[in-house]
């Protein structure tokens, strides 16, 4: 363990922007939706009547869990269910992208020759991953302490602390399975959708004994404030310990920068497709693509089944239409709550869409454009490739889920052929707005390369400032900073041209600003 306190010094400092964004952001998640409800249904009356029509949709327990209580703070925790699984997925992320990253660039066997042991890169990055969950868990904690019972406040923290930090471990283990980070993070993200797959199975089909496979359900089934039971904790604490036991054991059985798992060995020759610039970028873009669009195409048939319930449920409630109006439009309450989830599909799109716009940012920082660029390849020519995915890979994912949306809706309602236009209209729709992250992204990696992290978060305070300010009514002149509160409220709103063809020019100008400053610019 030489040399971890160093080494958990430089984690803290290449992360001082984006850790305690998603630190903060995701910990004041579940206190806001509390307090959201707790605006809008204000008698127990109401409480119990919106429990009722939520646990009579299987969609919403899908999606968030089993509802277990009609207290508005039971209520405001199950809704921000998909927080623990969004922790996980940031602190697998950052595990791997301090050890498996750090090995494929070369870093770690330069560090290794000094006074490094070679367990405290591993080490460092879980210790740090940990702390900042237990933050979060503390921040969680205290925001519903003061308000709400003190019991169902600790119940709520711990499991969100020890489910990101069980989450996180799977992230290291996946990190000794192969030598790419890009496989690694594959084998994470899938254990962690088999997780979410194994709690959705438990909770809305007869075979409930699945859930108790998945880490994600056993932070549920703490209960908090509906009953506190503390034992479940303990299953969280024996995994957290035996898949750290199982990281560090199968990181003494590998060499540095190799994994246990063997590469696959390419063909001999390359097929004729694959030569030029935009056949490669195809070849490293197409795993992260297809992934994105299975993803979204399963939440978008969740969210199109649950829609035509959600609206009767919600039909009665004027406050909640109100908010509805705000941050998604549409005449009919069903088209209101479509209208808001697509919303919310477009800023997760946004995310794909600056990762993509980055890939070349990575390519440069493991020495991979280079060689590349020393050939007949131009500068502009290979780095068009990786935008071009950035720009039609969002497109292909919103076309996905407007189609998964409309399909299930119209199942759902026997009209398949008035509502499939709409939803898949409203998800194209998006499209100027992520755009503008892509541009964001192209233009910071084009002129200011080691600024490229600014582009998450901009994206995270976009996130906060026009989804949560909405529900919270803060200044419409501060919800108009993101660029998505500018787009046709579709389905069953009106379109205007202007504001997409004014997203879609800046969009481009940053994108040309990048690739001229990428043409000038030093490699490296």
Known sequence: MTGTRALIRL????????????????????????????GLYTTDAELQAFAASMRSTPAFSALYGPLLDWHVAALGVWRAGFVPVILGLAGLLTVIRHTRVEEETGRRELLGSTVV???????????????????????????FAGVYPVAGALATGLGYTLVGIALAAIGAVAAQLTDSASSARAIGVSALGLAFLLRLAGDVTDASWLS??????????????????????????????????????????????AGLLPPRLGPA?????????????????????LAWCAGFAVFGAVIGSA????????????????????????????????????????????????????????????????????????????????LLFAVLGPAAVLIVTGLAVGLSYGAATGDVPAHLPATLGAAVAQLPAVWIFAGLAVALFGLL???VATAWAVLALFLLFGQVGAILELPQPLLDLSPFSHLPRLPGGEVSATPLVAMTAIAAALAIAGLYGFRRRDIG
Not at 17 to 32: K, Q, R, S, Y
Request: aromatic share 6%.
């Open 212 to 257: 108790w496979l998945s880490p994600i359900a056993w932070g549920q089934k703490l209960r908090p404030f509906a009953g506190e039971q503390w034992w479940p904790a303990a299953l969280l604490i024996a995994f957290i310990a035996v898949t750290c036991y199982a990281a560090y054991a199968l990181a003494a059985r590998r060499d540095v920068a």
């Open 269 to 289: 020759q390359a097929a004729a497709g694959l030569a030029g610039p935009l056949a490669l970028a195809w070849r490293l873009h197409r795993g992260l693509l």
């Open 11 to 38: 984690i803290l400092r290449r992360d001082r922007a984006i850790l305690p964004i998603w630190v903060l952001l995701l910990a004041i998640m579940p206190i806001t939706q509390t307090s959201a409800i707790g």
């Open 117 to 143: 042991g070679r367990h405290a890169p591993l080490s460092a990055a879980l210790l740090v991953v940990a702390a900042a969950n237990v933050i979060a868990g503390l921040i969680i904690t205290g925001s």
């Open 449 to 451: 390369p080691r600024l």
């Open 307 to 386: 829609a035509d319930a959600a609206s009767s449920a919600l039909r009665h409630n004027t406050q909640i239409m109100e908010m509805l109006n705000r941050i998604g439009g549409g005449v009919s309450p069903a088209d209101m709550f479509i209208a808001a989830l697509i919303g919310i599909f477009g800023i997760a799109v946004s995310g794909y869409a600056i990762q993509a716009a980055l890939r070349p940012r990575a390519e440069e920082s493991l020495a991979r454009a280079e060689p590349l660029l020393a050939t007949a390849v131009s500068r502009v020519g290979w780095a068009a490739g990786h």
